[in-house]
């Protein structure tokens, strides 16, 4: 009913910056928090960054003030820009989106992950 596509994951070194994009189409009737995730290996997945339709936000401790996520709500859409990247950065990041469809449920939503690898 509801895909997610991420996209802008990739390999970058220790200070240097990337962004990434998340897009849900589908059956959507209203999206509310959309935000990211990250899962290191041998690791828990973690909350990174997360935005309300209204444009609350609400960041991990560990990045508060290098990531700043976003919305364009007219688009279903999520970015999360990072900035100051460390090695410790390196995982998934999974979209994911608290959805309505239009035939009246609602349920969280997943992207198929995308690699992000801090490294010289």
């Known amino acids: 009913q509801v895909q997610l596509v991420e996209s802008g994951g990739g390999l970058v070194q220790p200070g240097g910056s990337l962004r990434l994009s998340c897009a849900a189409s589908g059956s959507i009737f209203y999206v509310y928090a959309m935000g990211w995730y990250r899962q290191a290996p041998g690791k828990q997945r973690e909350l990174v960054a997360a935005?309300?339709?209204?444009?609350?936000?609400n960041y991990a401790d560990s990045v508060k003030g290098r990531f700043t996520v976003s919305r364009d709500n007219a688009k279903n859409t999520v970015y999360l820009q990072m900035n100051s990247l460390k090695p410790e950065d390196t995982a998934v990041y999974y979209c994911?989106?608290?959805?309505?469809?239009?035939?009246?449920?609602?349920?969280?939503?997943w992207g198929q992950g995308t690699q992000v690898t801090v490294s010289s």
């Open positions: 935005s309300t339709f209204g444009g609350l936000t």
């Open positions: 994911n989106a608290d959805v309505r469809v239009r035939a009246g449920s609602r349920n969280d939503y």
